[in-house]
T-cell receptor, first 114, second 117 residues
């Protein structure tokens, strides 16, 4: 089955700098890649997603890139702010099942230093 | 609040007891998921409903776990004879459309945190 690896597990950046989180997936048939942000004690919330027919997607300070050949995808946050501090999860959705379940990475704890 | 809701938010039980959690999805969403999240990990898929039909179950879902969605609206997850290893956050998510429809975003509830003593 699908396996998603995520790096780094923790990331600390200075406010205003950029943060990059990288993920790899194992199943080349996966076609949907969402990113979720989870603040302490709260529910995961979708921040951006990308489908396999697109190489890059941007939404204000957040961008995601997808390299299907290498089975890599990355989250880029520019001009980081204190409210960006949270755990970020990448995920992949293999198409084989009716569930279209999403397989999550293990998360990256992002801290923004003032 | 029109988001996914879950009840209770917290549950403490003794080993061997049964517990039941409830999830109310977003009203127009016919697809519902249960996930389990342990500390420091991402959510892990447990089971999936489309309307009232349970179409997929993970191997993580032992025979002590049962889930229902009798009328295709709310869902319940029951754990019988709880074990300490069942301690986790149980998350419910719902979705409106099929894969590739542009409506495949899964919206999560706040979760039920279970502690088995």
């Amino acid at each position: 089955g699908e396996n998603v690896e995520q790096h780094p597990s923790t990331l600390s950046v200075q406010e205003g700098d950029s943060a990059v989180i990288k993920c790899t997936y194992s199943d080349s048939a996966s076609n949907y890649f969402p990113w979720y942000k989870q603040e302490l004690g709260k529910r995961p919330q979708l921040i951006i997603d990308i489908r396999s027919n697109v190489g890059e997607k941007k939404d204000q300070r957040i961008a995601v890139t997808l390299n299907k050949t290498a089975k890599h995808f990355s989250l880029h946050i520019t001009e980081t702010q204190p409210e960006d501090s949270a755990v970020y999860f990448c995920a992949a959705s293999p198409p084989y099942s009716s569930a279209s379940k999403i397989i999550f990475g293990s998360g990256t704890r992002l801290s923004i230093r003032p | 609040d029109t988001g996914v809701s879950q009840d209770p938010r917290h549950k403490i039980t003794k080993r061997g007891q049964n517990v039941t959690f409830r999830c109310d999805p977003i009203s127009e969403h016919n697809r519902l998921y249960w996930y389990r999240q342990t500390l420091g990990q991402g959510p892990e898929f447990l089971t999936y409903f489309q309307n009232e039909a349970q179409l997929e179950k993970s191997r993580l879902l032992s025979d002590r776990f049962s889930a229902e969605r009798p009328k295709g609206s709310f869902s319940t997850l029951e754990i019988q004879r709880t074990e300490q290893g069942d301690s986790a956050m149980y998350l419910c998510a719902s979705r409106k459309g099929p894969s590739g429809s542009g409506q495949e975003t899964q919206y999560f509830g706040p979760g039920t945190r279970l502690l088995v003593l």
